[in-house]
């Protein structure tokens, strides 16, 4: 099958689009190596194969704006993988909430979405859930990230590569032969995963019908 290499971003748009999420990563201060190490694997040769990931450092909402555009689709795209980075554990905190309504307000690019999301947040902070629900309340986020337009084979491979196959299984992690917690499948505590799902078959489906890639690799 031949390949047929689609972008629509420049690699410095591609830089900064990582730069952007790394930043969200960072936000609630658990990035750890080890969880760099991951989204480095995750990146590597499917984005950009000369960027320097070493080189990444954290971006302010200014930087990112001058190089994805005000009020643009790329800017509002990165704005959804931002998200999902944000929610990937199924928590929302206050300083992702914080970093994302500020690179909203540099790109210019306001939704309804994030609201919801700033639902759940208060719902953590006077203690009555500690997860993303009820999903009624997020319905307009699960319409925002369905509307995720995908035109460049990096990102689809990207999201391929981020976005699990299936619904990862629960499991203990255990020290010295003691439990010391548990940790439910990402379907459980994630009520958007619905939306990761079908964005990762989206994904699939441009990379074989109109890049003509071999997407056995993701499958």
Not at 29 to 37: H, R
Request: hydrophobic share 40%.
């Amino acid at each position: 099958m031949t390949s047929a290499v689609k972008t629509t971003y420049s690699s410095e748009q591609i830089a900064v689009w990582l730069r952007g999420l790394l930043t969200i990563a960072w936000a609630d201060g658990n990035f750890d190596a080890q969880e760099k190490e991951l989204i480095t694997s995750l990146t590597k040769n499917e984005l950009d194969p000369c960027l320097d990931w070493n080189s990444l450092e954290m971006i302010t909402p200014e930087e990112l704006a001058a190089v994805l555009g005000k009020g643009t689709p790329g800017g509002e795209n990165f704005l959804r993988t931002a998200v999902m980075v944000a929610i990937a554990d199924g928590i929302y905190s206050s300083s992702e909430e914080q970093l994302l309504q500020q690179f909203c307000q540099a790109l210019e690019l306001q939704t309804e979405a994030l609201s919801s999301l700033r639902y759940t947040l208060e719902e953590k902070e006077q203690g009555e859930s500690h997860t993303l629900h009820p999903p009624d309340i997020l319905h307009p986020m699960r319409d925002w990230l369905d509307g995720l337009d995908i035109q460049d084979s990096r990102v689809a491979k990207f999201l391929c590569k981020m976005i699990p196959s299936q619904c990862p299984f629960e499991r203990d992690v255990t020290l010295f032969g003691h439990k010391i917690v548990h940790i439910p499948p990402m379907c459980k505590i994630n009520p958007l995963y619905e939306q990761l799902v079908g964005l990762r078959f989206r994904a699939l489906s441009y990379l074989a019908d109109d890049c003509g890639e071999d997407i056995s690799q993701y499958i």
